[in-house]
């Protein structure tokens, strides 16, 4: 009897995420495969939901819209930041920066832009709004 991927199972597999042209982000393919276990967190939520009750030696694509994958982009969390309320005096426009929350949670940005003043954070996810594919091939369920 194959196995199938369930909540909890700890899956050997390849995998690939793409954006939907074809141009690659994360690839297993080329190298050595990805050993995970469904539900540990490694995986978003709607990929490990596409696993669910795949066996053992599947390989398959599938098309994620954004509000599947990472969400859709959201121009509201895109904000102006003052540079005196910044840690990093050294801001560059395309950089990634860390922020603390009033709650002790951190968080990063995009810098979009930044001027003498302030910088044009970009808070969404930098895949927040795009269309990806998910390529897998299943090679081994525990």
């Known amino acids: 009897m194959t196995q199938t991927v ?3 199972s700890l899956i050997t597999l390849h995998y690939r995420i793409a954006l939907d ?6 690839s297993t393919f080329e190298g050595t495969p990805a050993t995970l276990q469904l539900g ?3 995986l978003l939520p709607s ?3 596409l696993l669910t009750g795949l066996p053992e030696g ?3 694509s599938f098309t994620l819209t954004p509000d599947q994958a990472f969400g859709d982009y959201k121009p509201e969390l895109v904000e102006r930041v003052l540079r005196r309320h910044m840690s990093e005096d050294n801001v560059q426009a395309m950089s990634i920066m860390e922020f603390t929350a009033p709650d002790g949670s951190r968080y990063s940005g995009l ?3 930044v001027d003498d003043e302030a910088a044009l954070i ?4 930098p895949l927040a709004g795009k269309t990806i594919r ?3 091939n299943i090679i081994g369920i525990m």
């Open 122 to 125: 970009d808070f969404n996810h």
């Open 47 to 49: 990929l490990e939901r």
């Open 134 to 136: 998910f390529d897998i």
């Open 40 to 42: 540990a967190g490694e």
């Open 21 to 26: 042209n074809g141009q690659p982000l994360i």
């Open 6 to 8: 369930q909540h909890g």
């Open 58 to 60: 599947t390989q398959q």
């Open 111 to 113: 810098v979009r832009e």
